[in-house]
């Protein structure tokens, strides 16, 4: 079923590429942020509350496109298309959107919108750790999970807090 099915088709577009330019925003942005805690490679996952949302409001493809345009766009303003910092962020912004839109349509009554990112940010940074340990050839690398993983929960539910809070502040048009 298309949900943007209320909205002309230049509004569609034009509203997903107000959400790639945030999620990019955000994807930059969050490069700046001091870490939390010390732990390499852990952040918010503020770009992902653009992907859940248009999870919800949009459609699985719209979702794609805005990742896919969110990590390149974000790692060309980094400075690091192409390289491993991008291998990574991709594998981990398809794979745990692989999961979030599978496990939003499937288990729904299951998992409620922080559920979904609450999962999603766990196997993005699982995603992460995997390419990072094919990237160097190392299965080594693969003890940092657990500590990835106990840091994944408390981002994964701010950011389904938050887009729930945005789900309830957006105009009925976009609402399923």
């Keep these: ?35 939390l805690l010390p732990l390499p490679g852990a952040k918010l996952g503020l770009a992902n509350i653009v992907s859940l949302y248009a999870i919800v409001v949009f459609t699985w493809r719209d979702a794609l496109y805005i990742a896919v345009v969110r990590v390149i766009l974000g790692s060309l303003f980094s400075g690091a298309l ?18 979030m839109t599978y496990s939003y349509n499937r288990f729904r009554g299951m998992f409620s919108v922080v559920g979904v990112s609450m999962l999603g940010a766990t196997v993005h940074n699982i995603a992460q750790v ?3 340990s094919i990237l160097v050839s190392s299965a080594s690398l693969l003890w940092y999970t657990p500590y990835l ?3 994944a929960v408390p981002t994964g539910f701010f950011t389904g807090a938050v887009v729930i809070y ?11």
């Design 82 to 99: 192409f390289g491993p910092a991008f291998v990574m962020s991709m594998g981990g912004a398809l794979t745990s959107l692989a999961v």
């Design 1 to 35: 079923m298309n949900r943007g099915y209320l909205m002309s088709n230049t509004r569609r577009i034009v509203l997903l590429a107000l959400l790639v330019a945030i999620a990019g925003i955000l994807h930059v942005m969050e490069g700046w942020l001091p870490l």
């Design 130 to 132: 995997v390419f990072a």
């Design 149 to 151: 993983i106990l840091f």
């Design 166 to 176: 945005l789900l309830d502040k957006a105009p009925m048009q976009l609402r399923r």
